[in-house]
Nanobody, 125 residues
Framework: QVQLVESGGGLVQVGGSLRLSCTAS????????AGWFRQAPGKEREFVST????????DYADSVKGRFTISRDNAKNTVYLQMNSLRPWDTAVYYC??????????????????WGQGTQVTVSS
């Protein structure tokens, strides 16, 4: 069983930056592909970014490409999401997820086995 914990969310002004972290409080994250998803109020959860187990392959939603960067430090059992040039529509709860027994990432929520509880990101104008 893997328990994922996100941190780093908060309130930021338009154009600001935040770095989200996802770590495994139990189990391991370093041997799995991982992804970030988000859910805005009144909307369905959507794909943000994904990274392979090695970190050598990444993918982004068009809405965040060029502004967000996903990375990982397997020695620290942690996946990051650096978010720059934040906009009001980036406001959402951000969730980390991991894929058991898969090295490649995925855009699809049902490809993931474990999910964190989420961290709130609010971008104020």
């Amino acid at each position: 069983q893997v328990q994922l914990v996100e941190s780093g969310g908060g309130l930021v002004q338009v154009g600001g930056s935040l770095r989200l972290s996802c770590t495994a409080s139990t189990g391991t994250l370093s041997s799995s592909a991982a992804g970030w998803f988000r859910q805005a109020p009144g909307k369905e959860r959507e794909f943000v970014s994904t990274i392979s187990q090695s970190g050598g392959s990444t993918d982004y939603a068009d809405s965040v490409k060029g502004r967000f960067t996903i990375s990982r430090d397997n020695a620290k059992n942690t996946v990051y999401l650096q978010m720059n040039s934040l906009r009001p529509w980036d406001t959402a709860v951000y969730y980390c997820a991991s894929r058991l027994q898969y090295f490649s990432g995925s855009r699809y929520q049902n490809a993931y086995d474990y999910w964190g509880q989420g961290t709130q990101v609010t971008v104020s104008s």
